[in-house]
């Protein structure tokens, strides 16, 4: 699974992105130790044009009776996005990436849970396969969330943990993006794992443990794995 990320350097991301504006004025600032139920930086392509907007971590389908059913819905398994009632149409018409520079994992050693930061190799942004949807309560207010897709561990992975979260090579990210114009049997085969060689990973300070700590010092390396 993924159940914690960062995204440390949120500068020059309209360019990388292929971000045309905002959808609102706000301003992004660096997170180290973004947790569920957060509010997220993601990108969306409406109208022709990719749009950079902050959702809920925690997929909260239109069609749910409350909004606490997105505790459970941080992550979406590749293998059955197209089966499953909360992801089946959002993976047809409500694809997004999410942007992320790192994400957490944590090692178990006999009793013991050893975090890991993951990165790729050069450290630079990128995104995360993700899907998203707008819902209504009961009061009227509009809750846009998402999820992030998880498939199997690469091999730096797999001595970590069994699930990766997706991310997307970057020459295919605005394939994935056009579900008004791709269908979601076209980009399927983009929900592997991202080459290990291409990435990096190395243990962090057990300050991760706690979502509450959001500091530069939860990256910062214990132990370089490889």
Known sequence: MCGRYSFSKPKNITERFGIIQLEFEFELGPRYNIAPSQEVPVVIHKNGSNLLLMFRWGLIPYWAKDESIGNKLINARAETLAEKPSFRRSFEEKRCLVLADGFYEWKKEGRIKKPYRITLQDGRPFAFAGLWDSWLSPTGQTINSCVIITTTPNKLMEPIHNRMPVILPQGMESLWLDSGAIPSREVKGLLTP???????????????????NDEPECMVPVNRLF
């Open 194 to 212: 991202f080459p290990a060689e291409g990435m990096v990973a190395y243990e962090v300070s057990p300050l991760v443990n706690s979502p509450r």
